[in-house]
């Protein structure tokens, strides 16, 4: 059985550790933390009296010392390491310590060998990136500067630490400039992680949110027709052999949770191409009416075509969708609503906010270019071209407002127009 790897990243105060402890509990999996270790590591360097800008003189201090991740907390030879690495002076030696590329080797092997079944929750600054680039689900958490020293004073207050908020702030502000821009590591989003400004939510919206996407992830693809798994190999191989093809941005696509791939449309070619050279299986939205003719409704509900539904139940006009992604699953849709074979794009139907917002779900922006010529593909004179961009975080809390969605789905739009054409 393969460990679940959740990947959660982000700067001082976004409030990783809050939320993946708060996730960790939820999926009942392994919380581990980081920062801890290399707070641990500086901690035990300064003890020593090794000068922590030397990595030899550092790499010397913790060289042999063993560390472990419990549920009780994080043990450095044995021993609970507890409150004397939470103070704000502690935070500044680990980011000085977690410069050295030896000690940072040291604790990514550690850290990789604490993912076991059924899973972990991970928190750093490069754990999407560096330590799990293959992880299941990456987030990546930020919150405004201001609201991430006051989240911070807090912290340090419910410590008993005496704390000055304009001191905080800047610290912040230092210590973001330093992980960003050291050689090794810096601390980026990666690809396909999924980016969550917390700076107006609630923990528990955190923590409802992050832990829904990894619930459904965890529960894998779900079954896929013995039909779609030929037809998409065969559309593939046809792809990548017969035309002049190229693909782009496969490592933006996350790899487990509910996905809508936001794609513009230019010819009824697009569903095939993009569906069957994505790297997950993919739902399809079709009209109703295609499936009048039942053979060819069954063709395309082998091929995982869902008829649009409209009517009460479906909050978003897309019933059949909404029922996918909320198991979990991948669906595909052409924002704009209809085919444009000019290869000019349009603007954006409401349904993928609306549909993104009920669901609250991730949107990938996707860009085709060529598909509108496939016979001058074949001769080899035009580029059938695939973008994948970075995912989009749904709207979370626009319920009860529909121009919040509209805006959003003009966003996605906005998105895809921004990916390179031909
Ligand atoms: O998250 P926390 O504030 O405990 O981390 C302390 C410092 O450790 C960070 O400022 C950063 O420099 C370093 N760190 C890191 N890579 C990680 C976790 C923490 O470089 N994965």
Redesign the pocket.
Known sequence: LKPYVLAIDGP?GAGKSATARGVAKRLGLLHVD???M??AAAWIAVTAGADLDSEVEVLRAVEGVRFEATEEGFLANGRLVGPEIRSADA?EA??RV?VHPGIRRQLVAIQRSLARPPGIVME????GTVVFPKADLKIFLSASVEVRAHRRFLELESHGEAADLAAIESMIRD?DRR?ESRAQSPLLPAGDAIRLDTSELTLEEEVALVGRWAELGRRGPGPTTIFYWFGSRFVKVFSRTMLKFRIEGLDHVPRTGPLIAACNHISFWDPPLVGSNFPRVLHFVAKAELFRNKVFGAMLRGYNSIPIQRGLRARSGLLGAEEVLNEGGAVLIFPEGTRNKSGVLMPPRAGIGRLAAVTRTPVLPIRISGSNQIRRSLRRQTLVRIVIGTPMTPPIRADLDRAVENAFAVRVMEAIAALPGL
């Open positions: 001082a980081s920062g801890a290399y707070r935070g680990a980011s977690a750093g600054r490069d754990i210590r992980d």
